[in-house]
């Protein structure tokens, strides 16, 4: 079982920055992807950003040059630092985390979401 804890969001003014950690832990054997998905009311869950085990990262065309993801592979814990935030940023912020347990066996799991939300 891998638990997941996410923290950083908040409540921002457009233009501000916040930036968001997920911390993975439990019987890992290998993290291979770890990324950041979003959710607004009334919309499906979207990509917001990936990184691989390489470091080989993937972003949405909405927040490229704006929001970075990194990872530090001794905490098990994905980051995502997200500047000049904008309204239409405003979702709840989901990590997951894809690998490989002690067990050999695969998974992959999500955080329990964070709220982020920007004021005009």
């Known amino acids: 079982q891998v638990q997941l804890v996410e923290s950083g969001g908040g409540l921002v003014q457009a233009g501000g920055s916040l930036r968001l950690s997920c911390a993975a832990s439990g019987s890992i054997f290998n993290i291979n992807a770890m990324g950041w998905y979003r959710q607004a009311p009334g919309k499906q869950r979207q990509l917001v950003a990936t990184?691989?085990?390489?470091?080989?990262?993937n972003y949405a065309e909405s927040v490229r040059g704006r929001f970075t993801i990194s990872r530090d592979n001794a905490k098990n814990t994905v980051y995502l630092q997200m500047n000049n935030l904008k309204p239409e940023d405003t979702a709840v912020y989901y990590c997951?985390?894809?690998?490989?347990?002690?067990?050999?066996?695969?998974?992959?799991?999500w955080g329990q979401g964070t709220q982020v939300t920007v004021s005009s």
């Open positions: 990184i691989m085990n390489g470091g080989y990262t």
């Open positions: 997951n985390v894809q690998g490989v347990f002690v067990s050999r066996s695969s998974f992959s799991s």
